[in-house]
């Protein structure tokens, strides 16, 4: 028995999916030549393997070891290792997957984990995708469903780096719930007026949206169209990621408050909601800054705001503050030669705003620049101090 655990390991080692040396790979070297030996000690410990294998810390070594209790010996748990390593698995990503999964490490080399690797490389993935896939979601890695399911994933989402920001999310849906709730759910969503590049981008944002109920998703739609986002609209992706698991009394706090902080009128929430429903997901504290500082400050009108709601996604000292001050100094130094509309000086690029507002005064305001980054990074110099 020993000996042919000896062989099997050095097959494995020498095979195409083991080319590359690695620490893990010595390892498993290691662990070849000692089960010849005669000092070899017979049985398996799962505990002190998931230690001195796989990498694992002693609590997470605990954790798992009870899902190997039933594992004899280590000659199956050595070739899936090995064939690990030979995808790519750094020792730390062993220990990652592994931990995740303990039974992972129970999967057979020949009947699962090489066809998953060859059906993944088939759809065109990188040695290196498959290997992270392999880290990500290491219990869907050991199920060959896992090929077909990544395949429909990867034609709606239409790229792999989408897909693996995901999975590194902890997203995943395959087998029945492919086909009995995310494929009618993305057709639902089709006949709404989006298209794919549109649900990729809601699912970035809001992952669990393809793995609710229907009747939940079209409350979803209803709201959404209960903001003024009409059906088949370009905002009704960012609607549906405004009122994500919102009910409708969550969503009527939501407005209410909106009206109190910016001091809006329901007409005007009706023009701004449309425009920007992100907006709802804002806090209390950040509307409150926001509010005070545009009206109150800058002295804009809440019709101006509710008219470019796009102002209240910008950083207020980051952006919104520091612009200001910018511009209020060159027109109380002369040096605008016309009034300037507060939202255009804000929704340009910075690179646009620098030279703009910027560079063509170096020699009039040489300490502008300075002063403006000084701003950026939530200072007031003296010079914006304005009375």
Known sequence: MLRLRSCTLTQLLSSPYTSHLSPLHRLLSAAAASAVSPAATPGFGAEEYLVSACGLTRAQAIKASTKLSHLKSPAKTDAVLAFLAGIGLSAADVATAVAKDPLLLCAGVERTLAPVVDGLTGLGLSRSEVARIAVFVPSKFRCRSIVSALHYYLTLFGSMDHLLRLLKRGFWLHGSDLERVVKPNVAFLREC???????????????????????????????????????????????????????????????????????????????????????????????????????????????????????????????????????????????????????????????????????????????????????????????????
Not at 273 to 298: C, G, N, W
Not at 317 to 336: A, M, T
Request: glycine share 4%.
């Open 193 to 387: 007026g989006l298209q794919d590049c549109d649900i990729a981008k809601l699912c970035i944002r809001v992952p669990r949206i393809l793995k609710i109920n229907q009747q939940r998703l079209r409350a979803m739609v209803a709201c959404a169209k209960a903001l003024c986002v009409p059906h088949g609209s370009g905002m009704l992706a960012k609607a549906l990621h405004a009122v994500a698991f919102y009910d409708e009394e969550k969503i009527a706090t939501k407005v209410e408050h909106l009206k109190k902080t910016l001091r809006w009128s329901d007409t005007e929430v009706g023009i701004a909601l449309p425009k920007a429903p992100m907006v709802l997901t804002y806090s209390k504290d950040r509307l409150q800054r926001v509010s005070e500082f545009l009206i109150s400050e800058v002295g804009l009108e809440p019709g101006y705001i509710a008219h470019r709601p796009a102002v209240l996604a910008y950083s207020l000292n980051g952006r919104l503050r520091p612009r200001y001050y910018v511009v209020k100094f060159l027109k109380e130094n002369r040096l605008l030669h016309r009034d300037r509309d507060y939202y255009s000086t804000v929704m340009i690029t910075e690179k646009a705003f620098v030279e703009k507002f910027i560079c063509p005064h170096k020699e009039a305001a040489p300490q502008l620049a300075e002063d403006y980054a000084a701003a950026c990074r939530g200072e007031v110099p003296a010079r914006f101090r304005f009375t």
